[in-house]
């Protein structure tokens, strides 16, 4: 079955990095995208951007691109997204998701809370 | 950019009442259109895709329709456990923006 299992909480103070990692099994990575979306307390979805695991082609969100990277690493079928100055409204649970491209987010990790707080 | 704009914000209705959330793009995604149900504490869930194709495992009561601009998402009879936050999202293009969500309550 396919599943997407992601790295745990992480605390951070203003001005850090963050890298949270995805890893999927159950299906072949490289023939799908993973979709990076955030969820801040309280709010709606947000989302971040995606990378084709097959090409490592990128589409980031206008808000945090020229901060934020993600990667794909086909060997372990691991997907990375790391956030970069991190301020204190990018606390939020940040979710990896399936798809991509013209492809609807179908599975979903559990989900990373990240908290930026001096 | 395209803009997503659900309504209503939140809605309140009994167990077995009709229950219908729409969803209006700023410009034509064609049948680009996914709704995402999402529980409290819970990870979003995919229900729908391609503006009406139910994914796999999801009760026949939930329905979706529309494309272009307007979309639409219909429970057929509301049961206590379908409350949630409803999310609609364009995937035909850059952002890939989501709808601001539904709270749907039982009364």
């Known amino acids: 079955q396919v599943q997407l299992v992601q790295s745990g909480a992480e605390v951070k103070k203003p001005g850090a990095s963050v890298k949270v990692s995805c890893k999927a099994s159950g299906y072949t990575f490289s023939s799908y995208g993973i979709t990076w979306v955030r969820q801040a307390p309280g709010q709606g979805l947000e989302w971040m951007g995606w990378i084709s695991a097959y090409t490592g082609n990128t589409n980031y969100a206008q808000k945090i691109e020229g901060r934020v990277t993600m990667t794909a690493d086909t060997s372990t079928s691991t997907a990375y997204m790391e956030l970069r100055s991190l301020r204190s409204d990018d606390t939020a649970v940040y979710y990896c998701?399936?798809?991509?491209?013209?492809?609807?987010?179908?599975?979903w990790g559990q989900g990373t809370l990240v908290t930026v707080s001096s | 950019d395209i803009q997503m704009t659900q309504s209503p914000s939140s809605l309140s209705a009994s167990v077995g009442d009709r229950v219908t959330i729409t969803c209006r793009a700023n410009?034509?995604?064609?049948?680009?259109l996914a709704w995402y149900q999402q529980k409290p504490g819970k990870v979003p869930k995919l229900l729908i895709y391609a503006a009406s194709t139910l994914q796999s495992g999801v009760p026949s009561r939930f329905s979706g329709s529309g494309s272009g601009t307007d979309f639409t998402l219909t429970i057929s009879s509301l049961q206590p456990e379908d409350v949630a936050t409803y999310y609609c999202q364009n995937y035909n293009s850059a952002p890939r923006t989501f709808g601001q969500g539904t709270k749907v309550e039982i009364k």
């Open positions: 410009q034509g995604i064609n049948n680009y």
């Open positions: 998701t399936r798809g991509g491209g013209y492809h609807e987010s179908d599975y």
